[in-house]
């Protein structure tokens, strides 16, 4: 697996502890410690983790204000979870390609979530890239 593909998935996972824990889930560091997380995918990892949750309410209503008749909180806890960490690479990582972002969250979303997860993320990635080229 590819190191940034790696730190993505570890992004999740954490985003998806943190989601539901809140304050109670572990501390970044010692998760990707213990999930064997070294060099590029541990300091990746670091930057969408911490990127994410310092823009958290910001994403959540990014995330919002694309899907016609969801509320966040009835979206799948995976799903939305990829939808943060690609609508904060897509606001806030110039440096990748938002075609990048977009197919990488896809894939999470397709080995995690639900059948349909794939679809669902790639719709609303797809509509917050419009939004954010347009402005």
């Not at 690609?86 to 606001?91: D, N, Q, R, V």
């Not at 440096?95 to 059948?115: M, Q, R, T, W, Y």
Request: with cysteine; aromatic share 8%; glycine share 6%.
């Amino acid at each position: 697996m590819r190191e940034r593909t790696r730190a993505r998935q570890l992004a999740v996972q954490y985003l998806y502890q943190y989601d539901l824990l809140k304050d109670k889930a572990s501390e970044v560091d010692d998760f990707l410690a213990d999930e064997g997380a070294e060099g590029e995918v541990a300091s990746f990892a670091q930057m969408l983790i911490r990127g994410c949750r310092e823009h958290w309410d910001e994403l959540n209503q990014t995330v919002v204000e694309v899907s016609e008749h969801w509320q966040l909180n009835r979206m799948p806890v995976v799903d939305r979870n990829v939808l943060r960490v690609g609508a904060y690479e897509l606001k806030y990582c110039d440096d990748i390609p938002s075609k990048v972002s977009i197919n990488e969250a896809i894939e999470l979303a397709k080995a995690f979530g639900g059948k349909d997860s794939g679809g669902f993320v790639n719709g609303l990635l797809d509509k917050i890239r419009a939004k954010y080229e347009d402005e």
